[in-house]
């Protein structure tokens, strides 16, 4: 099929390199004409294990091509996915759906022949209906079609999310549309995907809820952990002994610092903000975004205590810095808070992260990036594990610090506790 991918960022990016390595014609459209001739090169925007590769095949054979021309683009294609952003509007938690509209018009302005244009950007239920309404100032409604199609790729392992995803949800409120779309992911379908259909704006909801939840699942086990903190328990044991429950689930109970990225602290104030259109109060999502604000001053609290309250000039050591793990992305990593209150109370900091150094680092005092972990974590009084890479967990802290005081603050959970105690260091981490 042929298909156009509006917006090269990270799903409009990662989707339309899959869709044409499962044989599809794709053009990737953005305005970035800088982007979109690196892309051409080679030159991937985002770090995503597996993407590079992709890109090369399928550039190479031609599925894939990468434009700047989103009028021609269209023309070309039978399905329109919309990918562009959708960030928090300033000052305010509702969803900026500026982009969205604006590909909707430039859409209605090359509508040729029959298209189906999808939704694949997180929006609030009713965006599809608003688009809708968009193209058909300009286009006879037979000749297009608008579907929700959200995605559900994580950051780090988005490929293979795409490949093989749980579910695929398509909310259209036309038959025809549904089974044009069921027929692109029949390769996934195929594999084992679940096709989940429903009409556009439950889809719109499935996303927002989706994120939402898991979003509250992270934040409950946060909060237990705090429990067992104080109670001298291990919240691993917790998350084994509550996830084996098959209506619980193990997945995304994993103790560690507040929620951050590029979606769950966007997408749960805007679920919230659209319920309060609705005059609908979320009242247990209203607080697990309390409760994940209220995390930083909960660890920086423990940072202190750990220190004994003598953070001026310790030497503190950050292993890995980005939200998470297999990503370069700072996007409300909770890194941003605690490093810069630890550089304001007089700490020494030195930070490796797998992805380099970070300009939202370069300006405090006394931050500076190291570009081994053995540089960073050396002469360190505290070393904090910030971020699960796999780098760090066969990482044998003996060998690279002499410091018989050395502290180990893991805020991950990756070491047992045992291990690093065995080694003579003083171990801290989420939970236990
Ligand atoms: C998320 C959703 O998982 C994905 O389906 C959606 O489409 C986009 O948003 P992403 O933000 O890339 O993906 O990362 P994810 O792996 O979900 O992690 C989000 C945050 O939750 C990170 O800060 C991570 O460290 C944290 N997390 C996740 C936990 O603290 N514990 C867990 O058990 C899982």
Redo the contacts with the bound molecule.
């Keep these: 099929m042929k298909l156009c991918m509006i917006g090269t960022g990270y799903v409009g990016l990662v989707s339309g390199v899959c869709f044409s390595d499962l044989g599809n014609d794709v053009i990737c459209v953005d305005k970035d004409d800088v982007k979109i001739n690196n892309l051409k090169k080679g030159i991937i925007p985002i770090y995503e294990p597996g993407l590079e590769e992709l890109v090369l095949k399928n550039y190479k054979n031609k599925r894939l091509n990468f434009s700047t021309n989103l009028k021609e683009a269209v023309k070309k294609s039978d399905i329109i996915f919309i990918c562009v952003g959708t960030p928090s509007k300033k000052n305010s938690n509702s969803a900026d759906l500026s982009q969205v509209y604006m590909a909707a018009r430039e859409i209605s302005k090359s509508i040729n022949k029959f298209k189906i244009i999808i939704n694949k950007s ?1 929006v609030p239920v009713t965006t599809g209906d608003h688009v809708e309404k968009i193209i058909a100032k300009k286009v006879t409604r037979k000749y297009f079609s608008v579907v929700s199609n ?9 490929v293979r ?1 795409f490949i093989y995803p749980d579910r695929v949800v398509i909310g259209s409120n036309d038959k025809k549309s549904e089974k044009i779309l069921k027929n692109l992911y029949s390769p996934l379908i195929s594999k084992g995907a679940k096709f989940v259909s429903t009409n556009r704006r439950a889809a719109e909801l499935i ?1 927002y809820a ?2 939402a939840f ?2 509250t ?2 934040t409950f ?2 909060e237990i952990a705090n429990l067992c903190e104080k109670t001298g328990i291990d919240v691993e044991d917790i998350s084994i002994g509550i996830g084996l429950d098959k209506r619980i689930g193990s ?14 602290p966007k ?1 749960t104030k805007a679920i919230v903000s659209t319920a309060d259109k609705f005059k609908t109060n979320l009242s247990v999502i209203k607080s697990v975004i309390k409760s994940n604000e209220d995390r930083s001053s909960i660890l920086h609290k423990r940072v202190s205590l750990i220190l004994k309250n003598k953070i001026k000039n310790k030497k503190i050591a950050f292993l890995g810095v980005t ?2 793990a297999n ?1 370069d ?1 700072m996007r ?3 890194s941003l808070k605690l490093i810069p209150y630890l550089s304001k109370r007089g700490a020494k900091i030195k930070y490796y992260d797998p992805t380099g150094s970070k300009k939202e680092f370069n300006k405090l005092n006394n931050v500076k990036f190291s570009k081994s972990i053995q540089g960073t974590v050396e002469e360190s009084d505290l070393i904090i594990i910030h ?2 890479w796999n780098d760090f967990k066969s990482i044998n802290f003996r060998k690279y610090s002499k410091n018989k005081d050395l502290i180990i603050y893991d805020m ?1 959970n990756i070491f047992s506790p045992n291990k690093i105690k065995k080694m003579g260091f003083k171990y801290f981490g989420i939970g236990r």
Excluded at 150 to 158: Q, T, V, W
Excluded at 251 to 264: D, E, I, N, T, V
């Design positions: 997180t959200p995605e559900f790729l994580r950051e780090g392992e988005a999310d996303k989706s994120n898991l979003a699942k992270i086990i946060n997945r995304f109970l994993r103790a560690g610092p507040a929620y951050g990225g590029s979606c769950f997408d939200f998470k990503t992305d409300d990593s909770s971020t699960e991950r």
